[in-house]
Structures are given as structure tokens and as C-alpha cells.
């Protein structure tokens, strides 16, 4: 049986290392004072970087509509599975559930399913992993689903950013709260809940600290716990030697098997 992954662009890309061939991303799109960015590769991040920075508006994402993901549904393969970002965080979940939908009626014979990651980024590109697997080795697509499913409830999110500023912009974060932490230059450890929404973990005074922070909860969290048949997935955004910062902390506190570093 052929299989395809297929995620939206929140998938995040390897660093340093050639693209994921098994995997097919379908493109958000990102707009900020009129105009539209699709999140491709063709995408510049460092210029859509410096005009969020500059702006006083928050960018606005909007995710890919249901056509767009029944044309990657429609790739020939027998069974197909597709990651996207958090539904408590995008639409792209409730959209590629009606694109399935439609596909489903038009081919009765196939196989897809939809996993909201609960997560993003690195997270999304944990699961897929997962799912390549699995599917590499011939699971059958109800076991794969099963699996997937048990993987996406065991994993945990966390993220730290320079600025806040996006937050606020978004509302995600008031005025006020907005104010403090920029004055005493704190830095948040956050991440994602049970259900896939941010939540706060943690603060530090600098993003040294932070990941040092960050570091010492999840080896909190994998105490008694052997990860040795586990991956640490890191993201990263214009620093990659924070990312390298944060692999060597954790790594020194859990047995990971390994770690793969991804550009946003």
C-alpha cells in the first residue's frame, strides 16, 4: 500500500540537512499591513522578521482553504495522513477535516486521517516522523492512526521567545503584562497545554537562563523515565547556537537518542 504525509507549513525544515522527500506541505499564508506572504520556501524569513519588527500591526495567518488540501489530497497514494498545526491555534485542523471529508466521498477506496498536532513546529514534525515510521515498516493505517494518536498525547511543547511583542500585538498578551516583562527584560518559558493552547511555565532575566530553565523542566518531567528510544525536536529561528545551547542543556540532564535541530 502507498502512503503520503502531508502537513501545513508550520512543518518545519531540517537544518543543515536535505528536506524530508516523504513529506508534502501545504502553504499558510501570512499578511501584515496589506501584504500576503505564503510560507513556502520560497518565503524570505528574515524580511518578514524585520516588518513584523517594524510594524505596529500583528501579522494575521490565514490557513490554507479546503481546496488547497483536497489538490494535495489527491496524489494517488492508498492511504494518506495529514498533520497540521493545533486547532486551538489555526484553522488549518478544521480545514483539511473538510477537505478529507470531500475526498472521502470521491474515494471510497482510500484511506486519510487528520491529526491536530496540539502542537506546532517541531512538534508537528515529530509526529510525522512518527507516522514515516511506522508506515515505512508496513503497520497497517488503523494501527498507524492508534499510535500516532497515543504519540500526539505524550508530547510536550515548549518554546521561548526574544520578544513578546507579537503576543501583544495579538492580544494574546495585555498592555500591562506587555510593559513589565519588556522592563525587567524577562524572558518566558512557555509551551502547550494538554489540549494544544500556550501556556506559561516559567521566567527567567535572560534567554541564557531561560533555556537553562527550560532545560531543567523537561529533565524534571522525564525523571525516572528512559528516553533512550526518544528524539528531542528543537526549533529554531535565526539562532541557531541558541538551539545548540538548548540541545547541549537538555541533553546533559535527559537521555534523548538523538536530537534534530529545524529551521522555522
Known sequence: MSF???GDSCCDYPYLEDDYPWLNRVALTIELDGENFVD???LRSSILISKMAASRNAPKSACPAPGTY???YECGADEIYVVTLSDKLSG????AVIAAKMFEENNPDKKIFVFSSHS???GEIAICNKIYSLAS??????EIVAQTLEFINNITTYFILETLEVFRKNGRLNHLQSIITGALKLKLVMGGDENGNICVRGKALSMDRAIIKMAEQI???CKGMDMSESSLYITHCKCPDRARRARDAIMERV???DCVILKA
Request: glycine share 8%.
Open 120 to 122: 506546532a513546529a517541531a
Open 255 to 257: 537521555n534523548f537518542k
Open 92 to 95: 488549518s485542523y478544521n480545514s
Open 70 to 72: 483536497l489538490e494535495a
Open 219 to 221: 529533565g524534571e518531567k
Open 40 to 42: 513556502d520556501k520560497s
Open 4 to 6: 503520503q504525509i502531508i
Open 137 to 142: 515498516a508496513g503497520v497497517p493505517f488503523e
